[in-house]
């Protein structure tokens, strides 16, 4: 059973969870909002194990500021960013919060890259708030 699905603009990628996230964090590092094209992004993060991708994706891969791979997996049709993996957290894929379907779901716990947020976004004083990327 699905405890969370997803789908890009198009539907020709879409994706089922069977867990619940491990994690939630509104990410302002630069990466993240070139990528998403917006002051921020959302991410959930889940074991691959956890997740069923359905239909074709493309790839891009960077080096983020620590030295890690960056893989953003996106709809090579409609260009919708679905999916991010790091390579120094195995075993772990995080989906992007703009394409799941059940929207209670999105409760972000911490917003990280503070030192790279865009000035004017507003920010919930509720979630913790840090400058860097967590040793989790």
């Not at 917006?38 to 080096?63: A, D, Y």
């Not at 957290?89 to 799941?100: E, F, P």
């Not at 990280?112 to 919930?124: E, H, L, Q, R, Y």
Request: aromatic share 6%; with cysteine.
């Amino acid at each position: 059973m699905s405890i969370l699905s997803g789908n890009c603009l198009c539907n020709k990628v879409s994706y089922s969870c069977n867990a619940e996230p491990s994690a939630i964090f509104n990410c302002h590092c630069k990466d993240c909002r070139k990528a998403t094209g917006s002051v921020f992004g959302t991410n959930l993060f889940f074991s691959e194990n956890n997740v069923e991708i359905n239909g074709k994706l493309s790839s891009f891969k960077h080096i983020s500021d620590s030295g890690s791979t960056m893989t953003k997996l996106f709809c090579p049709c409609c260009g919708s960013l679905m999916f991010g993996k790091n390579s120094s957290k195995k075993n772990v894929i995080s989906i992007r919060a703009g394409t799941v379907d059940q929207i209670n779901k999105i409760k972000p716990t911490i917003n990280i890259f503070m030192d790279s947020k865009v000035p004017s976004t507003i920010i919930d004083k509720k979630l913790k708030q840090i400058n860097r990327m967590p040793k989790t």
